[in-house]
Each structure stands twice: as structure tokens, then as C-alpha cells.
């Protein structure tokens, strides 16, 4: 069984994002869309909102499992029996950091392959930051994240 890992602070989750999950949902038996707990983040919404808020964005993917989890990423993959770790790429700027992470990730743990996924074009542009800001000035972020977001959105923000 192909068990990947999609890890990520979710703050929150854009369509680029669901993007990725529902591609890497066609290639694994398994995805377990993994929630950081970052202490170098001081997210907008709680640990349990973000794992909610994917969880009613991926009601149709049927592999697909949210989760949440503190500590270092390798560690969590051993645990659920993951040995994938799949990562967005949206501009060669995510590389420098994605590259640098997935070779340390390797050198803790040999057997647990990262996977890029290049991000859809129409996303290529996207952030959870972006979004953020965007619905603090008032703007329409409806095409940017799921319907279940944008009214969470208005509320947080």
C-alpha cells in the first residue's frame, strides 16, 4: 500500500492546495493530509479549525485522511506508515527551501521519498498569505479557496 504524507500549515487551504491533494489522491493508496503544529507560526486560525476546514473541502476524496500532528515530519510518516512526502511547487523559489528540506528529510529517514508536484498553472500565483490579505481588505477570495472557507474567512477576518 502507497501511503503518502501531504504536510502543510493550511492557513488556509487555498484550491491550490486542494489541487494538489486530489492529484496525489489519484496516484496513492492512501493520503493522509497532515495539519502542522509550527511553533515558528503564529497561524490566523487554530489547529483544530485548519484540520476542520480541509475536512469539509475533501468530502469526495475517499483515500484522502486529515491530520494533525507536532514534531518532525519523518517521525510522523514512520508512525502512520508513510513513505511518501508529497510537496507543491509553485515558482523555482519553493524549490531552494523544498530542495534543502526533502534532503534532510532523506538523511533522517532513507526510506521516505519526497515527491514534487508542480503546482496547475492557474495557481502557480497562490498563497495562503495572499488570501489572507486579500479578504483583510475586503476583497473576493471566492475563487481562490473552497466554499466552505470563504464564510470562515469573513468571520476570522
Not at 521516505?112 to 498553472?121: G, H, V
Amino acid at each position: 500500500m502507497k501511503v503518502a504524507i501531504y504536510p502543510g500549515s493550511f492557513d488556509p487551504v487555498t484550491n491550490g492546495h486542494i489541487d494538489i491533494i486530489s492529484r496525489a489522491a489519484t496516484l496513492f493508496d492512501k493520503v493522509i493530509v497532515a495539519v502542522i503544529r509550527n511553533p515558528d507560526k503564529t497561524p490566523k486560525f487554530s489547529l483544530d479549525d485548519r484540520v476542520d476546514m480541509l475536512k469539509a473541502s475533501l468530502k469526495k476524496d475517499r483515500n484522502v485522511v486529515v491530520d494533525s500532528f507536532d514534531g518532525l515530519l519523518v517521525d510522523y510518516a514512520k508512525k502512520k506508515k508513510a513513505n511518501i512526502i508529497v510537496r507543491g511547487l509553485r515558482a523555482v523559489s519553493d524549490f531552494d527551501y523544498e530542495f534543502q528540506m526533502a534532503l534532510t528529510n532523506r538523511k533522517m529517514a532513507p526510506n521516505i521519498e519526497t515527491i514534487f508536484f508542480m503546482t496547475d498553472y492557474k495557481y502557480s500565483y497562490l498563497s495562503s498569505s495572499f488570501v489572507k490579505q486579500i479578504a483583510h481588505f475586503g476583497g473576493d477570495v471566492s475563487e481562490l479557496v473552497p466554499p466552505a472557507i470563504c464564510q470562515k474567512l469573513k468571520i476570522k477576518i
